[in-house]
DNA sequence: GTGAAAGCGCTAACAC
DNA sequence: GTGTTAGCGCTTTCAC
């Protein structure tokens, strides 16, 4: 542990306990050769190509290295010469902590870790703040591609990493004509959920929705906002929706569909809130979350209401925590997901047409749907 | 839309809709400024200092550089010049799934991934496998500084990380003479919760833990092992509770100890099973993390045993799912201790003496512990 | 098996 | 306000 502590210093400060050495940091390949009295490239390929030398002589490079404190071929002019960053950058805008409070997010995250590793390649994280238009970060990355992942068809953060000459994946969203893209079918998605709620018979529902557009808007959408979002999966998980409960008979314009930006547990709660007090007569609340879905049975459980029997709750990802309490949710696999957008990255150096990738996804019935109770049972009981 | 898709095409291929211009991306800010008769000075400037251009010219040299299809300066070449990377990497070895299924971990990452886009600096994960001794990865890192999460003392990346002349913060495990480190304080915390369970009476107990040392051992745990864990802070939370037990009259040579090399809920429930089967007296059980408590609880509901009735589980962390189930744990502020660790990692470049930043903890007594039942109660109730 | 030469693309003094 | 000069530290043909 002492040499440990001791090299660090040593690398660091470029001096040992307090005893500097000439000057701090100097170690290069360059000082390294001239010090061995051998050429650069001798100590290049004492690290690169060891089979182009005796072993004998590269053992001597590595002595002299560790002696000197040289820290082996600096990775960022390695890059520049090589061409190479060996990294993809990640461009997850519009607030962090959105991302990694979401495990749906997490999971997608955690996939293109994986695929990151399989490739012994680094995934950089783009610093992207929420207002702050800062689009400086994209161009100041040094990565060999970038992965967007569910970020609005206007942000400008994405406008910039098109502009890179490096591949690029969108997981999610938006479209792109032209770029790679990995994503659930989710207007199948959707629909199979609409049509279990219609067999259930439902017919008065709500809908609790993640952030339609950049800016706020936490509360009820009009149908204009609805098919002017940004995020167009949010935009199609509506329409789908829509098209599915037009087609039991429902009058879309009706239903109370109720927005938040941040996309929260408690945020789901008081949506949901929000919409059950102006709207008690509702059976069913469709979240197009798990998050969300979460939340929308908490308040359900303080409001006393019994789930199913009073209220149905659906939720949307299939995350660990919904699978552990039951939620009827629409699974999708978001480690896959983020797995192909990192192989489909890795792979697209010499691709010319983009590819899309569309992952299956799967109704999963829990305990929080069942048919509604008629007015008479609710008041009488079962 | 169709107007990102058109310069995506020309910046990463040198064309536009199948009509390729003369070659594939040459466009450099010396070709820029030579096509504008102007120094490569310049154009930098026109970049990175607006102030030293005239605006007209400015105007000029970034129409040019759309029209060449000049996506800014090299973020590599730069960063070779500047001696600034614009990154931090982050090392958590050990199984990338380990960290992203742990909500505690994911919150340090947040914690961390904050800070660095308060600093408008990338957060690059280096891509350290399991079991593959790669640690070229750690060497190929364009990164200003490490942080270190929570690896075993003899970790070979770690090792890398402390060769390389950069900073590095480490949190949580390991700790070494002379580096930044950032944890909470572990011994308190343990302490705390060991006294509750005291009070509450319980002197049958057991400890399901997590992995102690870089080999897989699924099982019981010996004395020797526990001592000897690569992990400190396992090692110390197991000594803690050892040390509090001790002192209420338990023979901590006989109180079970089983650990898991995974960190997942089932492991949890598995690990529960093997010990309960083989010490049924149990009362309480004292879990290092939630994750694993998560698992106990669900142990406990699948042998129908009443908890804290019949069995206390206590956790680890404070996770908010453990919270919304009412677990009792120590709950430590995992968010801060990221954020903290960027900031300290951040402004540590010009800091000689290392520093050491102890987090509060704090017990949060849930609906799972209460007082054991006497075993006459156990049989014919309370 | 080893070395010399030629940059990778950029920024930062400092002079004009 | 603009240009000249020097590298940042490395890899990679291609001769020897």
């Known amino acids: 542990m002492s040499c440990l502590f001791t090299e660090y210093l040593l690398n660091r400060y470029g001096f040992r306990m307090g005893r500097p050495i000439r000057t701090r940091r100097q170690a290069t390949l360059a000082s390294l050769a001239a010090e061995l009295g051998v050429s650069r490239t001798t100590v290049s390929n004492a690290y690169n190509r060891p089979d182009q030398l005796s072993p004998e002589l590269r053992r001597r490079v590595l002595e002299t290295a560790r002696r000197l404190g040289y820290p082996g ?22 607030n962090l902590s959105y991302a990694f409070r979401d495990p749906a997010a997490v999971g997608v995250l955690e996939g293109l870790a994986l695929a990151c590793e399989d490739a012994g390649v680094g995934l950089h994280l783009v610093p992207a703040s929420p207002g702050h238009e800062d689009v400086a970060a994209v161009h100041r990355a040094g990565v060999d591609g970038f992965v967007v992942y569910s970020v609005p068809d206007d942000d400008p953060h994405l406008a910039a990493v098109l502009q890179r000459p490096v591949p690029t994946v969108i997981i999610d969203q938006p479209r792109i004509d032209g770029v790679d893209r990995v994503g659930p079918d989710d207007a199948a998605a959707v629909a199979n959920i609409a049509n279990h709620l219609v067999e259930l018979g439902h017919r008065q529902i709500g809908v609790l929705c993640m952030r339609l ?11 204009e906002r609805q098919s002017n979002a940004h995020f167009h999966v949010q935009r199609l998980r509506l329409e789908a929706l829509a098209a599915a409960f037009s087609l039991a008979g429902v009058d879309w314009a009706n239903v109370p569909v109720v927005e938040r930006f941040d996309h929260t547990v408690d945020e789901g709660a008081s949506a949901a809130r929000q919409l059950l007090d102006a709207n008690p007569q509702v059976t069913a609340l469709i979240c197009t979350s798990d998050i969300l879905a979460l939340g929308a049975l908490a308040e359900a459980e303080r409001r006393g209401l019994h789930v199913p029997g009073d209220l149905t709750v659906t939720g949307f990802d299939g995350i660990a925590e919904a699978e552990r309490i039951g939620l009827t949710t629409v699974h999708q696999p978001v480690l896959e997901k983020g797995k192909a957008a990192g192989k489909l990255l890795l792979g697209a150096s010499e691709r010319v047409t983009p590819k899309i990738i569309t992952l299956p996804t799967e109704l999963r019935v829990g305990r929080t749907s069942g048919p509604p109770r008629t007015a008479e049972e609710r008041w009488f009981g079962p």
């Open 213 to 223: 557009a950049r800016e706020r808007n936490d509360g009820f959408v009009t149908l």
């Open 73 to 94: 071929p600096d990775p960022v002019a390695r890059s520049l010469r090589t061409r190479k960053a060996g990294a993809v950058g990640l461009l997850l805008t519009e």
